[in-house]
């Protein structure tokens, strides 16, 4: 079993949707986890970043943590066409310079 | 501009032959690694360096080699590279702690 699992899609969308992305994770011991967004040709860029339970705004995203259930959500209101992108869940337990990714789920928002 | 500078962007070469990517960030991050990133895998870590001489080996370290003799730079090295290390491999740092990290844009190699 993967630490961290996500469904890699592809999930397509129209234009100005409510996007639910969702990863799941294994060890109890994960504190920190991110959201990153890669486009093609591209390297990940970091999206969205929580530390424990909780949620995080930040503009149009909004990410979720759900420790109990070892749940990570991010949500991307008013989708747009420009989000289109693979989005990557990752998760890491301290300072162990171990960060562990999920398998990015491809988004197309089409107009 | 702070960034994450990887060469070659694109890398074809043989079985056995002797490689090297290069990676350096300009934000004097202490902590680096080097993923590869393969279709329905995801991102998986090959090796990584807290800080200057001090590196560990990753989930998938088989193959590789890497050496962090400056802080700004962390080169992989493959040393007789095989065809199933054809892939795509980004090099990525970090401050202190559980800093994000910053990727670079990748390289792409394929080994024939």
């Known amino acids: 079993q993967k630490e961290v699992e996500q469904d890699p899609g592809p999930l397509s969308v129209p234009e100005g949707a409510i996007v639910s992305l969702n990863c799941t994770y294994s060890n109890s011991a994960f504190q920190y986890f991110m959201w990153y967004r890669q486009y093609s040709r591209k390297g990940p860029e970091l999206l969205m970043y929580t530390y424990s339970s909780g949620n995080k705004e930040d503009g149009r995203f909004t990410a979720q943590v759900d420790k109990s259930s070892k749940y990570i959500s991010l949500f991307i209101r008013d989708s747009q066409p420009s989000d289109s992108a693979t989005y990557l869940c990752a998760a890491c337990s301290g300072n162990t310079g171990k960060l562990i990714f999920g398998q990015g789920t491809t988004l197309q928002v089409k107009p | 501009e702070a960034q994450v500078t990887q060469n070659p962007r694109y890398l074809i070469t043989v079985t056995g032959k002797k490689l090297t990517v290069t990676c350096s960030q300009n934000?004097?991050?202490?902590?680096m690694s080097w993923y590869r990133q393969d279709p329905g895998l995801g991102l998986r870590q090959i090796y990584y360096s807290m800080n200057v001489e001090v590196t560990d080996k990753g989930d998938v370290p088989e193959g590789y080699k890497v050496s962090r003799k400056e802080k700004r730079n962390f080169p992989l090295i493959l040393e007789s590279p095989s065809p199933n290390q054809t892939s795509l491999y980004f090099c990525?740092?970090?401050?202190?702690?559980?800093?994000?990290?910053?990727f670079g844009n990748g390289t792409r190699l394929t080994v024939t």
């Open positions: 934000m004097n991050h202490e902590y």
């Open positions: 990525a740092s970090g401050g202190a702690g559980n800093s994000p990290l910053h």
